[in-house]
C-alpha cells in the first residue's frame, strides 16, 4: 500500500530565504507524487506532480520538487520565500491501480516572518 | 481554466439533518471523487465514481452515504441523518482519464453540524 509521510507539522521561514518541506513516500511500484497548496479557508491547488518523466519537477509560483528514489523522498522548495506562500501543504500520492485514489500527507503548515 | 464548482461554500444543519453537497465536475471529466477533512487533520478519501456507480470506497463511506449524478453535469454527495462528527471540509474532484496523472479539485464545502 502507498503511504506518505511530512516529516514537519510546522516550517518557520524569512521572507526572501529558502523553503524546504519534506516529504517520503512509500510505494510497491513507481509512484505518481503530488504537492498540494491550500491557503486558509480555500481548496486544494496542484503546485506540481511527478508521474515517471524528469525526477526534477517544476511548479508553479517557483516551487519545485525532486524525486529520489533511492531515499524515498520528494521534498519541496523553493528559493526564496514570499508571505503569500504562507500556506498548508499536502504531499500526496497516488495509488497505482483501480481508480488511482489519492493519499494524503498530514500536510506541514508553512509560516513566512517579515 | 476549467474548474469544479462546489455549491454550497458553507452549511451548517442540525444532528440529524440531511444534507446534499453538490458539485459540478470538468465537463468533459468522467470519474469522480469526494475527500473530506476533519479540522486539523489529513484529507481522507470517501468515494470515487464512473459510469454511473461506485468505483471504490473507504471504510469510512458507510450507509450513511450516498452519490449520486443525477443528470449530465451534477455529482452529489448526501449525507443522511448527520452527526457532529460529520463536521468537515468536504472536496469534490473530477479526471478525464482516472489516470495517475493527477485530478483538479473544487475549493470545497464547510459542513458544520450543531
Known amino acids: 500500500a502507498q503511504s506518505v509521510t511530512q516529516l514537519d507539522s510546522h516550517v518557520s521561514v524569512s521572507e526572501g530565504t529558502p523553503v524546504l518541506l519534506r516529504c517520503n513516500y512509500s510505494?510497491?511500484?513507481?509512484?505518481?507524487l503530488f504537492w498540494y497548496v491550500q491557503h486558509p479557508n480555500k481548496g486544494l491547488q496542484l503546485l506540481l506532480k511527478?508521474?515517471?518523466?524528469?525526477?526534477l519537477v517544476k511548479g508553479i509560483n517557483g516551487f519545485e520538487a525532486e524525486f529520489k528514489k533511492s531515499e524515498t523522498s520528494f521534498h519541496l522548495t523553493k528559493p526564496s520565500a514570499h508571505m503569500s506562500d504562507a500556506a498548508e501543504y499536502f504531499c500526496?500520492?497516488?495509488?497505482?491501480?483501480?481508480?488511482?485514489?489519492?493519499?494524503f500527507g498530514t500536510g506541514t503548515r508553512l509560516k513566512v516572518l517579515a | 481554466e476549467p474548474e469544479v464548482t462546489q455549491t454550497p461554500s458553507h452549511q451548517v444543519t442540525q444532528m440529524g439533518q440531511e444534507v446534499i453537497l453538490r458539485c459540478v465536475p470538468i465537463?468533459?471529466?468522467?470519474?469522480f471523487y469526494w475527500y473530506r477533512q476533519i479540522l486539523g487533520q489529513k484529507v481522507e478519501f470517501l468515494v470515487s465514481f464512473y459510469n454511473n456507480e461506485i468505483s471504490e470506497k473507504s471504510e469510512i463511506f458507510d450507509d450513511q452515504f450516498s452519490v449520486e449524478r443525477p443528470d449530465g453535469s451534477n455529482f452529489t454527495l448526501k449525507i443522511r441523518s448527520t452527526k457532529l462528527e460529520d463536521s468537515a471540509m468536504y472536496f469534490c474532484?473530477?479526471?478525464?482519464?482516472?489516470?495517475?496523472?493527477?485530478?483538479?479539485f473544487g475549493s470545497g464545502t464547510r459542513l458544520t453540524v450543531v
Open positions: 474532484a473530477s479526471s478525464q482519464t482516472g489516470t495517475n496523472y493527477g485530478y483538479t
Open positions: 465537463s468533459n471529466h468522467l470519474y
Open positions: 511527478y508521474t515517471s518523466a524528469a525526477t
Open positions: 510505494s510497491s511500484y513507481s509512484p505518481s
Open positions: 500526496v500520492v497516488s495509488a497505482t491501480s483501480g481508480t488511482y485514489k489519492y493519499i
